[in-house]
């Protein structure tokens, strides 16, 4: 699919068909939209380029009469090589080919889509998991950056496990979380997506089994499964991971890892209790099976702090720990941490080290500053309180205008209500007419793909107006589909 960043000028003595015209002719005589490239819909071209179906089928017409692009049947609108300048020429390399030749496995369809709605700001994201601009600490991000520059900033490369000043500074962090991990045994990496990337690669064999919650995060980002991993998943119960069957799988599936998100479940926000964490933690230790715990919302409680990390009670070092301040911080500074033992450690520096050299000293400096200085902690107290009214806005609104058809969660911290439809409703429709206005959801299905009941909602990103207007179109759209 194609991107496309432009909208024709109005004002203009040149007409607006023909503006798009020259523009689509110009990517592909440029080669920026190879032969072989699918044009999207009509419907799709209109919204993009802000204007009437007529004006995109009078473009197209022009392109068509070219010899630019072709209507196929059951393949929609492609770019061909039919212009008298093109067949004379040498042709270019057919990209298409590359493209599905490479590895690493595309994101499905509809997290493709998502990504590309997420870039256009009048769109109301309802379940993006990420802090909103109004709650992001720009000012006192200012402030740290006007602290006094000391010896522990370097301009230049990091070691490869990251800065050491910073890792004397999160090893000090954990401790208040029961993690006792020295700097030797901590990772600096560019945000959780890059932990699990590096494992991906640097722990496991082509064909390893991954196992994990259902429904899981890991089902809408292809990691593992690009690196040739097969993910298997595990039932969820109101404690957590169901337990009882992870000795018989992983005898019948040889599984090689273990990853959970014990605390704000990414997407069900649920906490795995003090006990289901204690027989988790037994079984995979008798097991020796691997467990990747994923913390990257450990720090957004709202009333009291959740069960300590699975990490907290490792003695045999079974767990490898994430964290970050994606979440609870900035996700622009894309920094966060891996805590295990230190061959494991060593091994995935070492892969860090030949993919990008090192994380941004920068970043670095500033996270290391914002925990030093206690400002990490003031934050959060903030940024809890922020959340912690957001989710009652929101659950209020819920509860007046999706009583009669839904039921949900109440999470205690994190970003998500996991919402489920009690009606028969086709998420597909549902998220193509929310997108039609301005108004993107995720879908169930990217989290287990039998899923055809729920969405994940997000009081974190969208303003409370936006919650709101979203929020009330969603559930009059839902009932319109009934």
């Excluded at 929609?76 to 599905?100: A, C, E, M, R």
């Excluded at 409680?301 to 069960?307: A, E, I, V």
Aim: glycine share 6%; net charge neutral.
């Amino acid at each position: 699919m194609v991107d496309i960043n432009w909208t024709p000028q109005r004002g203009s003595s040149i007409p607006l068909h023909l503006q798009i015209y020259q523009y689509m002719k110009n990517k592909i005589l440029n080669g920026d939209w190879s032969i072989g490239t699918k044009l999207p819909s009509q419907r799709a071209l209109a919204k993009q380029f802000h204007v009437n179906r007529s004006t995109i089928v009078a473009s197209l017409d022009e392109l068509s009469a070219d010899g630019l692009i072709e209507a196929r049947v059951g393949r929609g609108t492609v770019v061909v090589n039919n212009t008298w300048s093109l067949l004379i020429s040498p042709p270019p390399p057919d990209w298409n080919s590359y493209v599905q030749s490479g590895i690493h496995a595309p994101n499905m369809s509809l997290v493709q889509e998502i990504n590309r709605a997420e870039a256009d700001p009048a769109i109301i994201r309802l379940s993006t998991g990420e802090l909103s601009q109004e709650l992001l600490p720009n000012k006192m991000m200012e402030k740290v950056l006007r602290l006094k520059i000391s010896e522990t900033l370097s301009l230049g490369y990091s070691e490869p496990k990251g800065s050491l000043s910073l890792r004397k500074t999160v090893s000090e962090h954990l401790k208040t979380k029961g993690i006792v991990a020295l700097p030797e045994s901590i990772l600096i990496v560019s945000g959780a997506i890059q932990a699990l990337q590096l494992i991906s690669v640097g722990l496991l064999k082509t064909g390893s089994v991954i196992f994990h919650e259902t429904p899981s995060y890991l089902n809408s980002v292809h990691v593992f499964q690009s690196a040739g991993m097969r993910l298997l998943g595990i039932p969820l119960d109101g404690e957590g991971m169901m337990t009882h069957s992870i000795e018989r799988l992983k005898r019948q599936h040889n599984g090689a890892l273990l990853y959970t998100i014990p605390s704000y479940h990414n997407p069900t926000g649920m906490v795995m209790s003090e006990d289901r964490r204690k027989q988790l933690l037994e079984i995979c230790k008798k097991e020796a099976l691997p467990i990747i715990e994923d913390d990257v919302y450990g720090d957004l409680w709202f009333d009291s702090p959740p069960p300590k990390p699975l990490k907290s009670r490792d003695t045999q070092r079974t767990v490898l720990y994430i964290g970050s301040v994606s979440k609870s911080l900035s996700p622009g500074l894309r920094i966060g941490w891996i805590v295990g033992p230190e061959p494991v450690i060593n091994r995935l520096a070492d892969i860090k080290m030949q993919t990008d050299y090192g994380s941004s000293s920068l970043s670095q400096y500033a996270v290391e500053q914002w925990i030093k200085s206690g400002m990490y902690e003031e934050f959060l107290n903030e940024i809890r309180a922020q959340l912690r009214y957001r989710r009652d806005f929101t659950i209020q609104f819920l509860e007046k205008h999706f009583g009669d058809f839904a039921t949900w969660n109440i999470p205690n911290g994190g970003f998500y209500i996991w919402l489920r439809l009690e009606t028969a409703v086709s998420m597909r429709v549902l998220f193509e007419r929310c997108l039609r206005e301005n108004i993107l959801i995720n879908p169930g299905s990217i989290y287990d793909q039998t899923d055809q009941h729920h969405l994940r909602l997000s009081y974190s990103y969208a303003s409370l107006a936006d919650l709101e207007y979203g929020l009330m179109r969603l559930s009059e759209l839902i009932r319109n589909l009934n």
